[in-house]
Every structure is written in structure tokens, then in C-alpha cells.
């Protein structure tokens, strides 16, 4: 199984400050990745999907980068309805894997 | 507008059995692969199961493997995960998601979810 270890694992920012979180993967998944926001009692949301093609819809602030084993999402100004938590998904091979999260928080 | 509905969560007692259901709408079911996918209380996302558009292919994550059945019933847009021996870890909060293809690949759509637990 491919394995994600994304970090950090919490970030505390402020709005305004720009973020990034990354992920790596066990080995090579090309740009099978795509990164979504979740907050609680919520629907998760894909915000990118193709390692770094931005869904649909998704604010041009957030943005990725990536390919192979290392992945990176920024959001380049944080805004008050980013505070979430983030999980990579690598769909290149089954099992599909998450990473295990990263949750933004307010400083 | 594209949604999935969830249903069927609860309370079950390990060792008990739960069927959980999605209902889709807004878009053509039958053209679509789709997952689950849990959250355990205070942690993080897990794929759970997979099931092509016409039943050819399903996956399991070990975790589930052996326990747990994915399927669909196309005519009325519902996708079902048959849960069986249901042990105290599975309890989470259990999403169904669409599988796009084609350059949007992966999983574009999301539930709101329904939670299981499993307690005695």
C-alpha cells in the first residue's frame, strides 16, 4: 500500500498569512494526488485534483505543486473560512490513501 | 444540483450488522464509480470501499475486507454498504463520494455523512 505522511500536522496562522502544507508519498504516484478541506459536520471538499489543477469553483488562492513522491498545497493569503483541516489523497493505485491531516487553526 | 444523501447510521452492538445507503441526484448515477469513505471520532479520513459504475470491479481497504459488501442498485441512484460484524473501530462517521474520470480525476462530490456506533 502507498503510504502519505503529510505534515504538519497542525498549523496555527493568521488571516492574511500565507501556508503550505506538503505530502509525501511511499513511492512514485505521478499526479495521482488531490488535496480537500474539511470542516466539521461538513460535506469534505476537493479543492485540487490532477496533483495541481484547481477544482472548479475553488478561490485562485489556493494552489499546488507537485509530482512523483512530494506534494505541496498553499493557500497564499489565508482567509477566516480556511481555518479547516486539510487532507492529501493519493488515488493512483487501491487502496486509496489520505494523509493524516493537517488542521489550520487561528493564532 | 449534484448531490448524495446518506442514511441508515446508528447505534449497533459489536458483532451487529447495519446497511448504510447514498442516494445520489443531479447527475447520471450509472456513469459514475463511487467510495466510501470513514472518520473515526478525532481522526482522520479513511477510504473505506469502491464500486464501478457497473459492479465489474470492487475494492476493499483490509480493515473492512471479509465484513463489508459495497453495492448499487443503478435504476434507483443508490449506492449501499452492507456492514457486518461490526467491531467497536468501526465506528465513524461514514461518507459516500463520486468518482469523476477523465481530467478531473478522483473523487469530486462528497455526502454529508451518517454515523455509525458501535457500542455495547
Known amino acids: 500500500d502507498i503510504q502519505m505522511a503529510q505534515s504538519p500536522s497542525s498549523l496555527s496562522a493568521s488571516v492574511g498569512d500565507k501556508i503550505t502544507i506538503t505530502c509525501r508519498a511511499s513511492?512514485?504516484?505521478?499526479?495521482?494526488l488531490e488535496w480537500h478541506q474539511h470542516k466539521p459536520g461538513k460535506a469534505p471538499k476537493r479543492l485540487i485534483h490532477?496533483?495541481?489543477d484547481l477544482q472548479s469553483g475553488v478561490p485562485s488562492r489556493f494552489s499546488a505543486s507537485g509530482s512523483g513522491t512530494e506534494f505541496s498545497l498553499t493557500i497564499s493569503s489565508l482567509q477566516p473560512e480556511d481555518f479547516a483541516t486539510y487532507y492529501c489523497?493519493?488515488?493512483?493505485?487501491?487502496?486509496?490513501?489520505f494523509g493524516q491531516g493537517t488542521k489550520v487553526e487561528v493564532k | 444540483e449534484v448531490q448524495l444523501v446518506e442514511s441508515g447510521g446508528g447505534l449497533v452492538q459489536p458483532g451487529g450488522s447495519l446497511r448504510l445507503s447514498c442516494k445520489a441526484s443531479?447527475?447520471?448515477?450509472?456513469?459514475?464509480?463511487m467510495n466510501w469513505v470513514r472518520q473515526a471520532p478525532g481522526k482522520g479520513l479513511e477510504w473505506v470501499s469502491y464500486?464501478?459504475?457497473?459492479?465489474?470491479?470492487?475494492h476493499y481497504a483490509d480493515s473492512v475486507k471479509g465484513r463489508f459488501t459495497v453495492s448499487r442498485d443503478n435504476d434507483k441512484n443508490s449506492l449501499f454498504l452492507e456492514m457486518n460484524s461490526l467491531r467497536p473501530e468501526d465506528t465513524a462517521v461514514y461518507y459516500c463520494?463520486?468518482?469523476?474520470?477523465?481530467?478531473?480525476?478522483?473523487?469530486?462530490?462528497w455526502g454529508q455523512g451518517t454515523t455509525v456506533t458501535v457500542s455495547s
Open positions: 463520494a463520486r468518482v469523476r474520470f477523465g481530467a478531473a480525476y478522483g473523487m469530486d462530490v
Open positions: 443531479g447527475f447520471s448515477f450509472i456513469n459514475y464509480s
Open positions: 464500486i464501478a459504475s457497473s459492479w465489474s470491479i470492487r
Open positions: 513511492q512514485g504516484i505521478g499526479n495521482g
Open positions: 490532477g496533483a495541481t
Open positions: 489523497l493519493q488515488h493512483s493505485s487501491y487502496p486509496w490513501t
